[in-house]
């Protein structure tokens, strides 16, 4: 019965093992996923914020290419209208000998915006869409650390001598992970 007993345990022993071993790998896979989860954040802050100046560029340019297609003198003013056409084309008083040009530089400028802002914002729902995924991945491995840990809390409450100790508690668990 002694020897039996002893069976048991060192298969309860290689048990708890396993159990742990599994429990680092999955406080491991946690901790890399938490550790994207916040890069993501960080990245789609980042793409928040660069969709955001390219909204405010753009209106800015737009609001300069009406003026330009009215005939206003501000179109030369803007940082973004100066890059626009170049600061050579602007003359002492901040106007634009040939309009025309500079129409169709605002409206390329004014094009160019609006696609890398579409292609910002379609990087920022990517990187919403992965960062939700990743949470339910990191939430779910959770779980799974969870029920690895009660299970090395039913393994542990076994003493040496092979009986259920006398609290039945988990004490220490986190001691073997």
């Known amino acids: 019965e002694r020897a039996a007993m002893e069976q048991e345990l060192v298969a309860l022993e290689g048990e708890r093992q396993a159990l742990r071993t599994r429990a680092e790998a999955a406080e491991a896979e946690r901790r890399a996923l ?7 954040m960080v990245g789609a802050s980042d793409s928040e914020a660069r969709a955001h100046e390219a909204e405010q560029a753009l209106a800015r340019l737009e609001a300069e290419l009406r003026a330009a ?9 803007s940082r973004e209208g100066q890059q626009a056409i170049g600061m050579a084309g602007c003359d ?20 160019s915006l609006r696609e890398d802002h ?5 990087q920022l729902m990517a990187k ?13 491995l959770q779980s799974q650390y969870n029920e690895l840990e009660q299970m090395m809390c039913g393994r542990q409450s076994f ?12 004490d220490g668990v986190s001691s073997l992970l």
Not at 92 to 111: F, N, Q
Not at 128 to 140: C, F, G, I, P, Y
């Open 34 to 40: 938490q550790g994207r989860v916040n890069e993501l």
């Open 69 to 77: 297609r009215s005939g206003g003198d501000e179109s030369c003013g």
């Open 92 to 111: 002492a008083r901040g106007t634009k000998p040939d309009m025309d040009s500079h129409i169709k530089e605002l409206e390329c400028t004014v094009e």
């Open 118 to 122: 579409a292609m910002m914002v379609q």
């Open 128 to 140: 919403t869409d992965e960062k939700s995924r990743v949470e339910a991945e990191l939430r779910s």
């Open 159 to 170: 003493d040496k001598g092979g009986r259920v100790g006398a609290t039945g508690s988990c």
